[in-house]
Nanobody, 124 residues
């Protein structure tokens, strides 16, 4: 069982930055792949980025070059650095853990555990 808690969301102006954190319980967190997804009002949940247990990363085209995913297994935490934010990035951001740790999946249904989400709002 893995319990995930996101933090770091907030209101930021266009062009600004935020760092989201996904803190996990459980001694085996390091074996999980972790993904970030987001959902804007009226839209489907979409993939943002993922990182395998070995540190390989995968990004959606819309965030490549602006967002960076990383992990600190000693702290049981995965981070998502959001730079050059624009209003289209406004959404609730969720982290999720996949026991298939070697695979950085873009598919939400492949993830086993989800956090409650943190809101990111970008003003123009």
């Amino acid at each position: 069982q893995v319990h995930l808690v996101e933090s770091g969301g907030g209101l930021v102006q266009a062009g600004g930055s935020l760092r989201l954190s996904c803190a996990a319980s459980g001694r085996t967190f390091s074996i999980y792949a972790v993904g970030w997804f987001r959902q804007a009002p009226g839209k489907e949940r979409e993939f943002v980025a993922a990182i395998t247990n070995g540190g390989n990363t995968n990004y959606a085209d819309s965030v490549k070059g602006r967002f960076t995913i990383s992990r600190d297994n000693a702290k049981n935490t995965v981070y998502l650095q959001l730079n050059s934010l624009n209003p289209e990035d406004t959404a609730a951001y969720y982290c999720a853990a996949d026991h298939t740790g070697w695979h950085s999946s873009r598919n939400s249904y492949e993830y086993d555990y989800w956090g409650q989400g943190t809101q990111v709002t970008v003003s123009s």
